[in-house]
């Protein structure tokens, strides 16, 4: 890894596009450019996420005084908040109609029974869009406007979507898949990253950012990432990531704060068996 990053380190200037168009094609994805990456917007995400990694280390540490027999109090379902502003017909959905569907695709049951990233309480957050009309609604000028909200319950690797009725505020229908393994999440990436730094697979990735900058990596806050999700092939990868799309298992592309990408590809991260492995690039 870290080999390959010296001959780019000092020539890549901030806001560069990383110039390994070779790589994208041997993986499968297209990196990530100047307009990914976007120094003020990601350093907020990220900064947000890393709070809910933290968030996810208390979470861990509760699970230890279960273990101990200290009462864990039961989850809370928060009160969904007031609709505020309303989209019409297939308008995009309005901030204030995400954050209600967020809060309405979240009942008691679901928020007891599943885990996020970081092993808290409650299914991992993914995706708010807009739902396609059924078929018989496509011309109807009063068709009902409905949210559909993605989440992945690492408790058992499922993705679970929820859709949510915009006006009568109820859960019209559940479904649960196994195997469906959508782009992850920033809070993802960011969880990711942080294993990557803690784990000894993680030298080449802290050697290059000393390199870089002259500091010590110590926290995911200190990069911008992205990642793509890392499927298993048969005989295709070491036996550890065998279950790479049963498992949500991620590849990173990481950069440094108005600096150059960092090539990590030579590692792959299973937060679902909380892994790190490296693999042939």
């Known amino acids: 890894m870290r080999n390959v990053v010296h001959r780019h380190l000092g020539k890549v200037v901030a806001g560069a596009a990383i110039a390994v168009a070779g790589t994208a094609v041997m993986i499968g994805i297209t990196l990530p450019g100047t307009a990914g990456a976007d120094e003020t917007g990601s350093t907020r995400t990220a900064g947000q996420t890393a709070g809910q990694a933290g968030q996810g280390q208390a979470g861990q540490a509760q699970g230890q005084g279960e273990s ?7 989850g809370v379902v928060q009160q969904a908040p007031a609709e505020g502003e309303k989209g019409k017909g297939r308008d995009p959905l309005t901030d204030d109609e995400i954050a209600r569907v967020e809060q309405l695709a979240v009942n008691r049951q679901l928020l ?6 970081d092993g808290d309480r409650g299914p991992q957050r993914l995706t708010v869009d807009l739902a396609e009309p059924e078929a018989a609604e496509v011309d109807a000028p009063d068709a009902p406007r409905r949210a559909e909200v993605t989440f992945y319950d690492y408790r058992d690797d499922t993705l679970v979507t929820r859709t949510v009725d915009l006006d009568s505020g109820k ?11 959508p782009p992850p999440a920033q809070a993802e990436n960011v969880e990711a990253v942080g294993m990557l730094i803690a784990d000894p697979l993680g030298a080449g990735l802290r050697a ?10 110590t926290s995911a806050e200190q990069l911008l990432v992205t ?21 949500r298992c991620v590849r990173l592309f990481p950069k440094v704060k108005n600096g150059p990408w960092i090539d990590a590809r030579s590692v792959v991260i299973d937060l679902s068996a909380r892994k790190v492995v490296k693999i042939d690039s």
């Open 112 to 117: 007891d029974t599943s885990e996020d990233v």
């Open 171 to 181: 859960v019209v229908d559940t479904a649960t898949q196994r195997g469906v393994q």
């Open 68 to 74: 101990q027999g200290t009462a864990v109090p039961p």
């Open 208 to 217: 290059d950012y000393k390199d870089a900058t002259g500091k010590k990596l």
């Open 227 to 247: 990642g793509g999700i890392y499927r298993a092939t048969p005989g295709g990868q070491p036996a550890a990531l065998d279950r790479c799309g049963e498992h």
